[in-house]
């Protein structure tokens, strides 16, 4: 297994956690509206991906990483020490849900599990990661909601049947779908993944689709949101 991912402008070393740098990861890290976020929370950070975008993007920020599991911890810490931005993130070790800050947040971020059926064929941190036994959809909803300013924004990404049912749970804990961006892998795909974002303000609501793959080669869409981050994207 690859145990690396260079950016642009950081490293990702994965270790022995079993958690790679996904294009799903890239995606959302890359879309999350986080413009003029002050204070912003990456729930379960894994190695630290997602944490470390959201500082390229927004250098003002002050970022709070959670992560529960204890190999994924020492591999992000590791990650953001030798970034630009160790002092800028702050990482708990520690359940989201039991987590107890003294704030709230303009903008929360999370790639959630998602296996929500079926047995957990591989042991360890990644089949955690993996399944909502770990932290069940109401569950982070309703915490994240305790989390976020009353202005603030929640940024997820999830496969097409999870994301629906995430949407229609979170609408029934009050929050209000305001963006929703549509992955397809190709033109002639179906839809794979949904962008979700949730907040309690009525913004107004945006949803577009967006096309990985064009002509044998990224499109130019998926070009213009991962330049910044990915090498050779220019």
Not at 26 to 48: E, K, R
Not at 67 to 75: G, R
Request: glycine share 4%; charged share 20%; net charge negative.
């Amino acid at each position: 297994m690859n145990k690396s991912f260079t950016f642009k402008q950081f490293h990702i070393d994965i270790g022995q956690c079993g958690m790679p740098v996904s294009t799903d990861g890239v995606l959302l890290g890359a879309w999350a509206t986080i413009n003029n976020s002050l204070s912003i929370l990456d729930i379960g950070c894994g190695t630290g991906l997602l944490s470390l975008m959201c500082a390229q993007r927004e250098p003002l920020s002050q970022i709070d990483a959670v992560e529960l599991m204890p190999m994924a911890v020492e591999v992000a810490q590791a990650n953001f020490q030798n970034s630009k931005w160790a002092k800028q993130i702050t990482l708990f070790h520690q359940d989201i849900l039991s987590f107890t800050p003294q704030k709230t947040y303009d903008a929360i971020i999370c790639n959630p599990p998602y296996f929500n059926n079926g047995e957990q064929s591989q042991k360890g941190e990644r089949s955690v990661a993996r399944h909502t036994d770990a932290l069940p959809f109401f569950d982070l909803l309703t915490q994240c909601k305790k989390l976020l300013t009353s202005e603030g924004r929640a940024s997820f990404i999830l496969p097409l049947i999870e994301g629906e049912q995430f949407i229609e749970i979170a609408k029934n804990c009050d929050f209000k779908l305001t963006k929703l961006t549509k992955i397809k892998t190709t033109e002639k795909k179906s839809v794979s993944r949904l962008l979700i974002e949730l907040s309690v303000f009525p913004y107004d609501y945006q949803e577009n689709t967006l096309i990985i793959h064009s002509k044998n080669s990224y499109s130019d869409d998926f070009i213009d949101l991962t330049r910044c981050f990915y090498l050779n994207m220019d």
